[in-house]
């Protein structure tokens, strides 16, 4: 449905700024530009715009950025994108995810693979196991997402299409990660000093091929015709990104 009902999420654009909100009958939305009662978008049509807001349904990187609850830095929304095409994600997909952090990824890897894919994902710290099931029970759209509450090394399950890690010493996991994965596919590892990156290309030198490092960018520019040009800040580092391929044998 492109109609807002009540207890839809709605992405309210005011200017730069970005709200995301649930629409609930009684409420309103208080904000530099007015107010606005959520009982005036029931039965309007996404896209609308009342007074200086403008009404979107949010697209699930609106979700990540402005709709998650947060209890860790998330995975940006710039290596999201790249480390689903590079793990070559696609529905029915098996993908191991360790350290799901606030759910983010999780979220992400869960609408590439698809109703007929899985995302298996173990945490081990409880409050931050709590925050993810929290996240995924709101915006997966598919019933896929297998949360683990414990350590990867404990993990019996195999044959996984790809993994991703987001753990603080990636090179402890690697060795047990290979004997879960099919030959010939990608594992992806994100961290945030070039320290890590030593010891993790150290761990990948046995049973990995194909391997690479780099860091992504993205700068934004003002949207005024007069006056194009780069905004004034950016989202600089965000992470280290490490693809590697499994060699058989």
Known sequence: MNTIAENDYVLIVYREKRYFKKVEMGKSFHGTGGVINYSDLVGVEYGVKRGSYEFFKPTLEDI????????????????????????????????????????ALTCIFSRMVGPEGSVVTYEKEERHYKNIRKNIERFTEWDNVDLHHGDIMDSDKRNFDAAFIDVREPWLIIEKIRSLMKGSTYLGIIVPTTNQIVETLRALSEGFGDVEVLELMLRRYKTVPERVRPEDRMVAHTGFLIFARKLNG
């Open 64 to 103: 990540i950025m402005y709709g998650l609850r947060r209890e860790t830095q998330i995975v940006y929304p710039k290596e999201a994108y790249h480390i689903c095409f590079k793990l070559n994600l696609r529905n029915g997909s098996k993908v191991c995810e360790v350290g799901g952090g606030s759910g």
